[in-house]
């Protein structure tokens, strides 16, 4: 479908599924899908896009710009990295007496203490700083959320996944990828809820998404954070 308003056209496809509401989605190449419950009014669908206009375009803008972007960091003083959502600056400073090369997080920058000024030293001590960072917020998570459940996780691991947000298996481990880190802290959350909520039910059926809602109601937006900047997360 093609839609105008403010004097801009969306080109969105239209997918009616078996689901309680609205939800608007970008994929990797900047192609719109709107996904809304059998039986909703073409009025309705174009109600909600215009209320999220202004979104809409901003996601669309950036999903094209992603062609642009360079794909790996270089490790000079003023490039940015994520850390809970938002982009920082880093610092860095040589320090040969320092037990072990180090990143402090303070106000508006990410400071690098290391002992030689090599891009791979700095790498490392940046994937460790998200690493601890990752750990200490998903546990306190937990802590937020485990009152929504009866059981509660026999482990928590930290790890370097290609391929996966969280896991939870069947002895109640749970894994998150230290990538989480750059996530804001709504979307650490929903990972976190995500994957309890598989300590009740593993798959992901009707209940698990049922169960995650009841705890989560928005979220699919906490979701779609991942799907829309995932690729922005490197390090």
């Not at 940015?80 to 106000?107: A, C, K, M, R």
């Not at 990410?110 to 700095?122: C, G, P, S, T």
């Not at 490392?124 to 601890?132: P, T």
């Given at each position: 479908?093609?839609?105008?308003?403010?004097?801009?056209?969306?080109?969105?496809?239209?997918?009616?599924?078996?689901?309680?509401?609205?939800?608007?989605?970008?994929?990797?190449?900047?192609?719109?899908?709107?996904?809304?419950?059998?039986?909703?009014?073409?009025?309705?669908?174009?109600?909600?896009?215009?209320?999220?206009?202004?979104?809409?375009?901003?996601?669309?803008?950036?999903?094209?710009?992603?062609?642009?972007?360079?794909?790996?960091?270089?490790?000079?003083?003023?490039?940015?990295?994520?850390?809970?959502?938002?982009?920082?600056p880093i610092q860095i400073y040589q320090d040969i007496?320092?037990?072990?090369?180090?990143?402090?997080?303070?106000?508006?920058?990410?400071?690098?203490?290391?002992?030689?000024?090599?891009?791979?030293?700095?790498?490392?001590?940046?994937?460790?700083?998200?690493?601890?960072?990752?750990?200490?917020?998903?546990?306190?998570?937990?802590?937020?959320?485990?009152?929504?459940?009866?059981?509660?996780?026999?482990?928590?691991?930290?790890?370097?996944?290609?391929?996966?947000?969280?896991?939870?298996?069947?002895?109640?481990?749970?894994?998150?990828?230290?990538?989480?880190?750059?996530?804001?802290?709504?979307?650490?959350?929903?990972?976190?809820?995500?994957?309890?909520?598989?300590?009740?039910?593993?798959?992901?059926?009707?209940?698990?998404?049922?169960?995650?809602?009841?705890?989560?109601?928005?979220?699919?937006?906490?979701?779609?954070?991942?799907?829309?900047?995932s690729w922005k997360m490197i390090v």
């Amino acid at each position: 479908m093609i839609h105008s308003y403010s004097g801009e056209t969306i080109s969105f496809e239209l997918i009616y599924k078996n689901r309680t509401s609205m939800g608007i989605y970008i994929n990797l190449y900047g192609n719109v899908e709107v996904q809304v419950p059998k039986g909703t009014s073409e009025q309705s669908v174009l109600q909600l896009i215009e209320e999220k206009w202004d979104w809409v375009q901003e996601k669309i803008k950036e999903m094209k710009d992603r062609t642009l972007e360079p794909k790996e960091k270089v490790y000079n003083h003023g490039e940015s990295f994520l850390y809970l959502g938002n982009t920082y600056p880093i610092q860095i400073y040589q320090d040969i007496d320092i037990l072990q090369d180090h990143v402090v997080f303070e106000g508006d920058k990410l400071h690098i203490y290391v002992k030689q000024l090599e891009d791979e030293r700095i790498k490392q001590a940046l994937k460790r700083f998200y690493f601890q960072q990752c750990k200490a917020l998903v546990e306190k998570s937990i802590q937020s959320y485990q009152s929504n459940f009866k059981v509660k996780p026999r482990s928590i691991r930290i790890s370097d996944s290609k391929s996966t947000w969280g896991t939870c298996d069947s002895k109640l481990q749970l894994t998150f990828n230290w990538k989480l880190a750059m996530a804001p802290l709504q979307v650490i959350d929903y990972v976190v809820v995500h994957e309890m909520c598989h300590m009740v039910h593993l798959n992901h059926d009707r209940s698990f998404w049922r169960l995650v809602g009841k705890i989560l109601p928005d979220y699919e937006q906490r979701q779609n954070w991942l799907a829309l900047s995932s690729w922005k997360m490197i390090v």
